[in-house]
């Protein structure tokens, strides 16, 4: 079985509309001549149409913003069971991952990266496609598939306590389907040991998916649009301090939950949830 056909280089739209269908198709696309952080949320409003609840940024992807975040992980230390909130830095590879993973229901269903400033070495992106993940590792193993789509697992960030518990894969109940995976999944208290075979295998999976597979350079105007339910993104490492990148979040109608205000990353606390 040969993971690396999980990963997707996007191909580039040409517009809002052709950039949407891409994004249903493929799970992401990249779009070019994007000028401003302003421009990011317009697109990305224009994308999603009259399915968009709300685009705005979530954070600015930079050496010096990491620093801080971790030294904010660091001061809260292991939770209630022994976990740490993941810590690493510019020059290690990112987990495999899907935004909001600390917010439960409330992670954006579509995102955006767009990039303002490059790095000349390192920093290349990489996307796993979760269903194209999924089906592989059914078609080797049925067994273990079924497992993806029965086993309960905890989803939550430490300290978070989002009560996100769950399959990897599920169908919401708008009929889409999620299938998810962060560094911090693990088993459920008192399991007997399958959940944990179960996230272990998983993680492994995904891990080698993100390390075989395809890279790309993401240039300054370009941007990645991507399904957040169904992609697991990340990056090489980078050498540049000044590398910029900026994420975008976004719901629409066929989100799980909408969060009412902004949601702070660094800090452990649940939003509330606005009303539609």
């Keep these: 079985m040969d993971l690396r056909h999980s990963n997707l280089v996007p191909q580039e739209a040409t517009s809002a509309e052709h950039a949407r269908s891409l994004v249903a198709r493929d799970g992401a696309a990249l779009v070019t001549g994007i000028g401003s952080l302003a421009d990011a949320v317009s697109f990305g409003e224009a994308m999603l149409g009259d399915q968009c ?51 439960g229901d409330f992670a954006p269903d579509h995102m955006f990266l767009w990039c303002e400033r490059t790095c000349e070495l390192g920093g290349a992106s990489f996307l796993v496609d979760g269903q194209s993940l999924l089906a592989a590792l059914t078609a ?9 789509w029965t086993i309960d697992i905890d989803h939550s960030e430490p300290h978070f306590g989002a009560g996100a518990v769950s399959p ?6 708008g009929g889409r389907l999620q299938v998810r995976a962060h560094p911090s999944q693990t088993a459920l208290p008192g399991d007997t040991g399958l959940g944990q075979r179960v996230v272990a295998r998983w993680l492994e999976s995904v891990s080698i ?68």
């Excluded at 685009?55 to 976990?83: C, I």
């Excluded at 990897?168 to 109940?173: D, F, G, K, S, W």
Aim: glycine share 8%.
């Design 53 to 103: 609840i709300l685009v705005r940024p979530q954070f600015e992807a930079t050496k010096s913003e990491q620093d801080k975040e971790q030294a904010a992980f660091a001061a809260l230390g292991v939770d209630d069971r022994g976990r740490e909130r993941y810590q690493g830095g510019n020059l290690d590879m990112q987990p495999a991952h899907y935004d909001g993973f600390g917010f």
């Design 140 to 148: 080797d193993d049925p067994e273990f598939g079924r497992e993806l």
């Design 168 to 173: 990897i894969a599920r169908v919401l109940p």
């Design 209 to 276: 998916a993100r390390a075989s597979g395809a890279r790309f350079r993401v240039a300054p105007g370009e941007m990645i649009c991507i399904d957040n339910y169904r992609m697991f993104h990340g990056r090489d490492g980078y050498v540049d301090p000044a590398r910029t990148l900026h994420s975008i979040w976004a719901w629409t109608n066929s989100a799980v939950a909408v969060p009412e205000g902004l949601l702070d990353i660094s800090v452990p606390q649940m939003p509330t949830a606005l009303a539609r």
